[in-house]
C-alpha cells in the first residue's frame, strides 16, 4: 500500500471502478518504479524510472503504443514505438533538458546487459519522457546526471512515493505542486481479473481551472491566494499505463486516447505549451527480439470490450493527477519560486 | 437570439468568456444553418445543413482541418480537407445511411453552381457527417432523400433551432434525447474582436455518466429511472467549429483537438463505437479555386495565441453537448423506443 | 490463368520472386474480382467489385489498414478501417462521382443479407474508392448505378479481365489507356508458402514520366506522338493489396506503404491532385462481430519477416501498373478524346 | 561548386529539371554544412550540422515539417516539429548513439546563445537524426562527443564535402560505402527562380537492389564481388530538403512525402528495421519567438503549383542517394569490415 495521504484519504472518491490493492500502475504484476531526487538550492529536479517487467526487456520486448495529444515536447523514442509497436527499455522520466544525458544512460544500461547491441544485432530504442521543471528548478544547469538515472533503475520497486519526488520534484500542476501520481482499476474479462494502472507526471494546467471530482476548487484558491506574479504557462503532462490485458498496439493506442478524458475532467485544456504524452504497454506477451518463428501466436482483446476499458482508464487519468498534486509538499524552489500544494487548501 | 430555452435559461453557465449575440455557430459572419425534419411513425431522422459562407465555395474555398477522436464512423470527404486543408462545399449531417444519398445531392448541387466540376477542372470534396440513429429510426428504410438534403440547405438561416430537429431528430444522448446543439465565445486579439462558434450532432453516452457543471446528473436522473431495457451504445458525436480567426489548418486542427476536452466534461469517454470526429473552418480568408497567383498571402495566429483560443473551444463544446439535450423534446422512435428530455428532470 | 497478353508476355519481367499461378490478386484464395462496364457514347465508366472472401463478411471481418499516400480523394469508408482495423464488406472501386451510390448499394446488399444491421447491432462501414475518369467519361451525368454494382458482385470470379473494364473504363495512366491491373507475389515463411496479391486501379502520371522496367518509354513515346491538347492531371491511383499470411493491421498498413516504392519505378511522381490509396487486408484470420470470448486468439508476423514482403509487394504494385496499362485497348470516349494503348507502343 | 567527382561526371544526369549552382543544399540561400569526422581505428563515425539560417534560429524560426517514412529509428525532435511546424535549432545528423550527446551539445549551444531559454521562456527542441553505422563503426563506444559538434557546427559553409565524411563517415548504403549526398534544382514560380535543395545521409538498401538510372547496377557489381559475409540490414535514410518557396508546414510535410519517391529509383524498399526520416523547411520567411502581433503576414503557394515542385524533389533525391554514394572512398572500418565505393565499379 503506498503510504502518503491520497485523494481518497480526503474523501474524494474518482469514478466507481475497484481499485487495484495500491490503487497504482505497481498493481500491474512485474511493473516497478524508482525515484532519484535532486533538492538543493536552486535545484529541484529529478528522474523517475518506470520498468515494465522483470526481464531484459531488449530480448522480451512489450506490446505497446504512443498517443501524442499534444506534441509541444521534448521526448525520445517515441516514432519507433509507434513504428513496430514494441517497447524494448525501461522507461525514464526526467525535466526537459534531462533527456540527452537519460538517453545516453539508458543506452549504456542496455549495452551493459547485451553485448549483442551494435554489434551482432541491431541499436535499441531509449524511451524518455520530459516536463520542463524550469519554475522550481535550474534547468539551464543541466544537473541530472548518470547517477541519478542509474539509482531510479535501481530504486525501482512496487511500492512507490508520489508527489514532489524524483522527475516530479520541480513539476507543478495548477499552479500548485504537481510531480508523481499514480492509480489503478480492476476489471473483469471472461470473469478474469485484470489490471490498469497509470502514473503521471504533472506539470500543466492554471490555477483557476482546477476542478476536483466535479468541483471549482482552484477558483476557490485563487480567491484566497495573495496575487502572484504571472508565471509562464509551459507545462506538459505525460502518462505512463500498464495493463496485464492482452491487446494490440492499435488497440493500447485506442486505451491511450482516453486518458485525455480523465485530465480534461481535472480542468486541463491542453495548453499549446503543454506537451502532453501518453505511452501505453501491457505485459501480457512478449515479443522476442531473436523470434525463430515467422508466425507468432499472440491474443488481442475483443473490440467490443474496449468499454470495459475506457472508463477504467478516464477514472485512472483523473486519480493519478489529482494524487500527483495531493501527496506533493509545498516546495520553494530556484530564485525564491513557490508552488503551494493542494493538501493545503482542501 | 435562438429562442428555445437553453441550458443558461436553467441557470446554468459553462465557463467565464463572453458568448456571441446567439451563443451559436452563426455568430461566425456568414455561417448558416438549415434543417430538414422526418418524423413520421418510425421514421425520426432528418438532414441539418452548415453554409460556410454566401459566395460559391467550390471557387472560394475556406481553409479548414479535420480532427479524428475515434474513427468507428462513415462520415465523408474527411481525407481531402486533411491533405489540401481546404473546405470546398457546404457541410451535411445527417444519420449513418443518408451518408450516400447526401453525397449524390451535394454533388448535383454543386454541379448545378460549377458548369466547370467534372469537365474543365476536376471534381468537388462533398462533406457529410454522420450519426447511427437507429434507437429512434428506422435507419434500414434509407429515408433521407434529396429533398431533405435541399430544403436543409435552402432554410439556412443565422437563426436555426437545436434539439430533435434535422440530423438530430433521431439522436440520443446520455441514454437522453440528443440532437442538435450550438454555443459561441468571443475572444480578443490584437485588440479585435474574433468569434468562436460550434454546432454539435450528439448521439453518445451512457446516462450514469452525464455530468452538468460537475454535477453528476445522470446518476440522479438514472436513479429516477425504471429500469429500461439495455440499448446498445454505438453513438457518435460530430462537431463543427467556425471562427473568424484567420489560422492555417494546422492551427485549425489544434484547435479542433480541444472540442474533446468540453464534451469530456459532460461525462462522455469515447465509447469504442462512438465515432467522434470535429471539421474546424475559418472563414478569414479564401483560397481560390482559379488562383492566379503561384505565392499567395494569407494570415495566421501567432502560435502562442492559442492559449487565448483553446479555453474558448472548451466551453463551446461543453455548452454545445448540454444546448443539444436541454432543447431536446422527449421523443417516442421507431418500435415505440422512448427518449426522455433533459429538460424534465433538471 | 489471366488471358490477356500482359506486360510478362511483351518479355518484361519485374523483380525476382516467383508469381501466383495467375500473377493475380485472386491467387489468394477465396479473394474474386467482378468487373460492370458502361461504355456508350460519351459515358466510359463502371464499377470493379473485390469479395474479400466467400463468407459473410459482417459477420466474419478480415483484418485491414488503409495508408493514404496523397488525399485528394473521395474513397469512402477509410476512418473506420483505420481505427478497428477490420474490413467488413465487399471493396467497390467506381469513378468520382459513383461513390454516393456505390455506398448506398453495398450498404443495401449488406442489408438484405444481415437483418440485424442498424436494427439488433450497429451499422456497417461500407468501403468504396474512386478515381476521376472525367476525361474520357461523363462523369457529370453520374452514369454508375445499383445496376452496375450488382453485377460486379455477382460476376465476381478469381478469373477476370484487366484494362478497360469494369471501373478501368474510362481512366487513364500516364496519358495512355490505364485501369484495372494486377500481379501476384509468391513467399515463403517458415517452410510454408503465402500469396500477395494486388489489384490496381491506376489513373495517374504524365507521359513523359512513363518508365518500363527501368527504360524511359513514356519519352519516347511522346516524341512518336503529335502535339496533344494539354490535359489536367486529375488522376489517382487506388491499390487493393490482399495476402493470406497473419499480420495486425499495424503490419498490414507498414505492407501498404511500400506499395507507393514500385509505382515511383513507373515514373510516377504523386502530383497533388493525384489521389493515391492503398487498403491492405489478411484472409487468414476471421474477426468475429459477435464474438464471445472477450480474448480471442490470433496469428502475427514476426517483425523482422516484413522485410521478406516488402519486396513482394514493390514488385506487385510495378507489375500491376504495367498490366493496368497493356491489356488496356486504345479508347475514345468523351467528346472524342482519345487514350492510347500502351500495348501499340512496346 | 562541390569539388568532388559526382555522379554528373560519370555522364549520369536524373532528371530533367536545372540545377543549382553548386547542385546542393547550399544553393538555398543562407543554408549551410558542416562536418566533423573521426576516424581512426574501429572508429568511423562523426557529426553533420545542417544551418538553416545565418540568425539566432530560436528567436526566429522557420516553418518546418517532418515525414516518416519508415518510423525505427531514435531522432529527436520530431514530434514538436510536427506539431507546431516550425524549426528553431541548428539540424544535426550523427550516428544512433550519439543522439543523447548531440541533444545535449545542442541544447548548450542554443543556452549559450539565448539567456531567456529555461529561465524567462520555456525550453527549445534540439532537432537530431541518426543513422546506425556499426557495421563500420564501434559504435557501442560512443566517440562522439561535444567536440565534434562544435566543430561540425563552426565549420558549416556553402561549400561541403559529400561522402564518407562528417555523420557519414560510417555509413553504409547498398552494401556499398554511403555517407552524406547532395543536389538542388530550380524551378519558377510567378517568373520568379526558386530553389529546392537536399542532403541525404544514406545507410540503407541491399547491394542487388541497387539501381542507377534505371540501369540495375548493382546486381552486375554483385555478379563481379566476392560471396560476402552476410551483413545486418538495419540501415536508415535521413533526408533534409531546403527551399526559398513559402510554403505552409502542410505544405512542406507534402513536399517531403514526394523525396521517397526518388529513392526508391534507385531500388531501395524501405526495410522493416531502416529509419527512413525527411524534414522539410522554408528560409522564405521567419517565425518570431517573440511575436507582437497576434495575427501575423505569411506567404504560402498556391496548392496547384505543387505539381512544379514534386518532379524537383523527386529529382534531388535521387540524384543524391548516387552522389552520397558516388563521392565516398572504399572504407575500411570496424574488425575490418569492407565497404567498396561505387566509384570503383561504374
Same mark, same amino acid.
Do not use: W
Given at each position: 500500500?503506498?503510504k502518503?495521504?491520497?485523494?481518497?484519504?480526503?474523501?474524494?472518491?474518482?469514478?466507481?471502478?475497484?481499485?487495484?490493492e495500491?490503487?497504482a500502475?505497481?498493481?500491474?504484476?512485474?511493473?516497478?518504479?524508482g525515484h532519484?531526487?535532486?533538492?538543493k538550492?536552486?535545484?529541484?529536479?529529478?528522474?523517475?524510472?518506470?520498468?515494465?517487467?522483470?526481464?531484459?526487456?531488449?530480448?522480451?520486448?512489450?506490446? *505497446?503504443a504512443?498517443?501524442v495529444?499534444?506534441g509541444f515536447?521534448?521526448?525520445a523514442?517515441?516514432?519507433?514505438?509507434?513504428?513496430l509497436?514494441?517497447?524494448?527499455?525501461?522507461?525514464?522520466?526526467?525535466?526537459?533538458?534531462?533527456?540527452?544525458?537519460s538517453?545516453?544512460?539508458l543506452? /549504456?544500461?542496455?549495452?551493459?546487459?547485451n553485448?549483442?547491441?551494435?554489434?551482432?544485432?541491431g541499436?535499441?530504442n531509449?524511451?524518455?519522457f520530459e516536463?520542463?521543471d524550469?519554475?522550481?528548478?535550474?534547468?539551464?544547469g543541466m544537473?541530472?546526471?548518470?547517477?541519478?538515472?542509474?539509482s531510479?533503475?535501481?530504486?525501482?520497486?512496487?511500492?512507490?512515493p508520489?508527489?514532489?519526488v524524483?522527475?516530479?520534484t520541480?513539476?507543478?500542476?495548477?499552479?500548485l505542486?504537481?510531480?508523481?501520481?499514480?492509480?489503478s482499476?480492476?476489471?473483469k474479462?471472461?470473469?478474469?481479473?485484470?489490471?490498469?494502472?497509470?502514473?503521471v507526471?504533472?506539470?500543466?494546467?492554471?490555477?483557476?481551472?482546477?476542478?476536483?471530482?466535479?468541483?471549482?476548487?482552484?477558483a476557490?484558491? *485563487?480567491?484566497k491566494?495573495?496575487e502572484g506574479e504571472p508565471?509562464?504557462?509551459?507545462?506538459?503532462?505525460?502518462m505512463?499505463?500498464?495493463?496485464d490485458?492482452?491487446m494490440t498496439?492499435?488497440?493500447?493506442?485506442?486505451?491511450?486516447?482516453?486518458a485525455?478524458?480523465?485530465?480534461?475532467r481535472?480542468?486541463?485544456?491542453?495548453?499549446?505549451?503543454s506537451?502532453?504524452?501518453v505511452?501505453?504497454?501491457?505485459?501480457?506477451q512478449?515479443?522476442?527480439?531473436?523470434?525463430?518463428?515467422?508466425?507468432?501466436?499472440? /491474443?488481442?482483446?475483443?473490440?467490443?470490450?474496449?468499454d470495459?476499458?475506457?472508463?477504467a482508464? *478516464?477514472?485512472?487519468?483523473?486519480?493519478a493527477?489529482?494524487?500527483?498534486?495531493?501527496?506533493?509538499?509545498?516546495?520553494?524552489?530556484?530564485?525564491?519560486?513557490?508552488?503551494?500544494?493542494?493538501?493545503?487548501?482542501?
Amino acid at each position: 500500500m503506498l503510504k502518503q495521504k491520497r485523494i481518497r484519504d480526503f474523501g474524494i472518491v474518482i469514478g466507481a471502478l475497484p481499485t487495484g490493492e495500491k490503487n497504482a500502475i505497481t498493481d500491474v504484476e512485474g511493473v516497478r518504479v524508482g525515484h532519484a531526487t535532486l533538492k538543493k538550492g536552486d535545484v529541484h529536479t529529478g528522474v523517475t524510472a518506470v520498468i515494465p517487467h522483470d526481464g531484459n526487456t531488449f530480448r522480451e520486448k512489450l506490446i *505497446a503504443a504512443v498517443h501524442v495529444i499534444n506534441g509541444f515536447g521534448k521526448s525520445a523514442g517515441l516514432i519507433q514505438v509507434d513504428e513496430l509497436g514494441t517497447l524494448e527499455t525501461p522507461i525514464l522520466l526526467t525535466n526537459t533538458f534531462g533527456v540527452g544525458t537519460s538517453i545516453n544512460r539508458l543506452i /549504456q544500461y542496455m549495452l551493459d546487459r547485451n553485448a549483442d547491441i551494435g554489434d551482432q544485432t541491431g541499436t535499441v530504442n531509449p524511451v524518455v519522457f520530459e516536463c520542463n521543471d524550469s519554475y522550481l528548478n535550474d534547468i539551464r544547469g543541466m544537473h541530472v546526471s548518470g547517477k541519478e538515472i542509474d539509482s531510479a533503475i535501481e530504486n525501482a520497486s512496487s511500492d512507490f512515493p508520489e508527489g514532489a519526488v524524483g522527475a516530479g520534484t520541480g513539476m507543478s500542476c495548477y499552479k500548485l505542486k504537481g510531480g508523481i501520481g499514480s492509480a489503478s482499476r480492476l476489471i473483469k474479462i471472461d470473469e478474469k481479473n485484470y489490471t490498469i494502472g497509470i502514473l503521471v507526471l504533472t506539470n500543466m494546467g492554471k490555477l483557476e481551472d482546477l476542478t476536483v471530482a466535479g468541483r471549482k476548487a482552484g477558483a476557490e484558491i *485563487a480567491a484566497k491566494q495573495a496575487e502572484g506574479e504571472p508565471s509562464s504557462d509551459k507545462g506538459s503532462l505525460i502518462m505512463i499505463i500498464a495493463t496485464d490485458i492482452p491487446m494490440t498496439s492499435r488497440q493500447l493506442k485506442r486505451m491511450a486516447k482516453r486518458a485525455e478524458v480523465g485530465v480534461a475532467r481535472t480542468g486541463n485544456d491542453i495548453a499549446t505549451g503543454s506537451g502532453e504524452i501518453v505511452l501505453a504497454f501491457s505485459t501480457a506477451q512478449r515479443i522476442m527480439h531473436y523470434e525463430k518463428r515467422g508466425i507468432i501466436d499472440i /491474443q488481442m482483446l475483443d473490440e467490443e470490450c474496449m468499454d470495459i476499458i475506457f472508463p477504467a482508464v *478516464a477514472e485512472c487519468s483523473e486519480e493519478a493527477v489529482l494524487n500527483s498534486m495531493i501527496t506533493a509538499d509545498r516546495t520553494v524552489g530556484r530564485s525564491g519560486h513557490v508552488r503551494e500544494s493542494l493538501a493545503d487548501y482542501l
